[in-house]
């Protein structure tokens, strides 16, 4: 028999409580824990963060569990089969947790840094405790600002030109764009500035670290004249934070900008 449970899967954008949705602190009423599984240097400030959105979004109180992160090779020989393998392990330990702590009946919820659906593995974390049959979670997802549309507000771009496709990666795959895709890129997980590799002297990117936050950080201008400054910034943000969550719009010079 298995057991009802409810999670509610939260998008809180990318880390600035104003970019709360009205749905998303909706969704944070009547939860009894919120699942986090944060680990490395990284954990205490993003902890922090997420206090800071509970105490303005949930007044009535809350609880927080953190899970132990199972650990994840790097540098895998197969990285999709590694990604399968770790999530897994996710899965396993957050199931453990929602039977012991939550229980039947229980609604628990994980607030997500900007938008459920794009490059998070909740949903398919949440889709194999489903699988497993031991719990049978109601699952809410709420959808949230992404740290894309953070990055273009804070440079007061649009994110494409007229008629331009748009083409979202990461830092791994950005060398392998499909042919006719790289007019725009934005690029995400980007941990060794693959663009200073890919892209011509010309383009023009933007740029930005913590967006949407207090800490945010950006820069633009084309490839050749900023690269160094990106990476300088980056390392110094790094290193007096503890973590980075940047990203940034990769733009081919040949097409004209034709305006709107």
């Known amino acids: 028999m298995t057991t009802p449970i409810t999670i509610r899967v939260i998008g ?18 009547g939860v009894d824990a919120f699942l986090f599984l944060d680990k490395g240097s990284a954990k205490q400030s993003l902890l922090d963060a997420r206090r800071e959105i509970l105490d303005r979004y949930a007044p009535q109180g809350y609880r927080l569990i953190e899970i132990d992160d199972p650990p994840r090779d790097r540098n895998p020989a197969d990285y999709a089969a590694e990604v399968r393998r770790w999530h897994a392990a996710r899965a396993s330990a957050i199931e453990q947790v929602l039977l012991d702590e939550i229980g039947e009946g229980g609604v628990a919820a994980f607030l997500v840094w900007g938008d459920p659906a794009l490059y998070d593995s909740t949903l398919r974390i949440v889709d194999d405790i489903a699988e497993r049959g031991v719990l049978a979670p109601e699952v809410t997802v709420i959808p949230g600002v992404t740290s894309i549309s953070a990055l273009t507000a804070a440079h007061r771009i649009p994110l494409n030109r007229i008629g331009e496709p748009i083409h979202i990666t990461t830092g791994r795959l950005l060398a392998s764009t499909p042919e006719g895709a790289a007019a725009n890129q934005v690029v995400m997980l980007d941990s060794f500035l693959a663009f200073r590799e890919t892209a011509y002297p010309d383009d023009h990117i933007w740029w930005g670290a913590y ?48 305006g709107e």
């Open 211 to 258: 967006v949407g936050t207090a800490d945010e950080i950006l820069i633009s201008g084309r490839v050749a004249d900023v690269a160094d400054q990106i990476a300088e910034t980056r390392d110094r943000a790094r290193d007096s934070m503890g973590w980075l969550m940047d990203v940034y719009l990769l733009r081919k010079a040949e097409s004209p900008d034709l």
């Open 12 to 29: 809180i954008g990318p880390g600035g409580p104003e970019h709360v949705t009205f749905a998303a602190a909706d969704a944070m009423a």
